[in-house]
């Protein structure tokens, strides 16, 4: 059983390290990294260069608690807009997604269609 759940951290690892090799980060285009838990989601807006968040958007959130979001792609819609939102007052146009070795279907999708219908570009 043990020997399972290693394997299987050690794939997602691998997909994680996978799917970052290929991102471009700039000073002007910061990492836009969605995560998932068992029941939530998150993302946030992080600056590589000068090592910080920029940005965080949850569906547990403070500011989200009054529309009870949970981990669906209605709930993933929500916070791509939001993230949107946030961004387009920081005034920042064009980020980098980051997937987090997630396949890009359901609401890893959702989050950045959401996103892209707020103007910001990937």
Known sequence: MINL???KHERSQKAKRRSKGSLSVSSDRPRLVVGKSR????VQVVDDLHKKILLSVSSIAKEMKDQNLGKNIASAKVLGKEIGRKLKEKKINTVCFDRN???????????AEACREEGIKF
């Open 5 to 7: 759940l290693k394997k």
């Open 39 to 42: 029941k939530y989601l998150y």
């Open 101 to 111: 070795g997630f396949k890009y279907h359901g609401k890893i999708k959702a989050i």
